[in-house]
C-alpha cells in the first residue's frame, strides 16, 4: 500500500514557465512533508518541506503547497530553468517514530 | 520482489563495538545509496555506489565505512562510533543512477 503517490512518472515544461509537481499522500498522521531533487548519478538531495499545520511554505523559485483536506501536496517551480531537469521526489514523515516515506518520483524535463 | 531490506532494524552498540549494517534488494538494481537521518531532520546522503564501485562519498567520517560485496548487497561498518552518531540509517537502490528509488525501513542505531 503506497502511502505517498506521485502519479506522474514525468512533466516536460518549457524553460520560463511553471513547474508543477503533485503529491498525493493516505495518512493524515504525517507531521510534515519533504520535496527531495536527484540528477542522474547522484543521490537525492533535500530541497524543500512543508510542516502539517502550515499551507504553503516559499524558498526562493520553489514554493511548496499543502492542502491537507485533499491529502495532497504540490511543488512548484518558477520559472522553471534547464537546471531544474531532475527527478523529484516527495516524501512524507511521522515524527512519532521518525518514519519517512517516500514516493516513486517524477521526472522533470525542462524544454529549452 | 520489490523490496529492499535492511538488518538489523534496531542495533545498540558501545562506542568501541564493531557492527555492520546489510542491505539487501534482489530488483537487479545497480546503484544503491546510504542516508543518515536525524530525529526531525531530512535525511542525508552519505554514499553512493552505482555499479558496484563507491562514485559518492558526502565526506563521511572514515569510523563509517561502506562496502558493496556484489551487486545485491550494501553494507555499512561501523567502528568507534560516537553517540551524535545515534540516528536512523536508510539504504536506497535505484534501477541505475538516474531511476527511481526504492527505500528500506532503515536501521536505527543507538551508540551508548
Known sequence: DQQVKQNSPSLSVQEGRISILNCDYTNSMFDYFLWYKKYPAEGPTFLISISSIKDKNEDGRFTVFLNKSAKHLSLHIVPSQPGDSAVYFCAAIRVSDDKIIFGKGTRLHILP | ?112
Open chain 2, 1 to 112: 520482489d520489490t523490496e529492499v531490506t535492511q538488518t538489523p532494524k534496531h542495533l545498540v552498540m558501545g562506542m568501541t563495538n564493531k557492527k555492520s549494517l546489510k542491505c539487501e534488494q534482489h530488483m537487479g538494481h545497480r546503484a544503491m545509496y546510504w542516508y543518515k537521518q536525524k530525529a526531525k531532520k531530512p535525511p542525508e546522503l552519505m554514499f553512493v555506489y552505482s555499479y558496484e564501485k563507491l562514485s559518492i562519498n558526502e565526506s563521511v567520517p572514515s569510523r563509517f565505512s561502506p562496502e558493496c560485496p556484489n551487486s545485491s548487497l550494501l553494507n555499512l561498518h561501523l567502528h568507534a562510533l560516537q553517540p551524535e552518531d545515534s540516528a536512523l540509517y536508510l539504504c536506497a537502490s535505484s534501477q541505475d543512477p538516474r531511476g527511481e528509488l526504492f527505500f528500506g525501513e532503515g536501521s536505527r542505531l543507538t551508540v551508548l
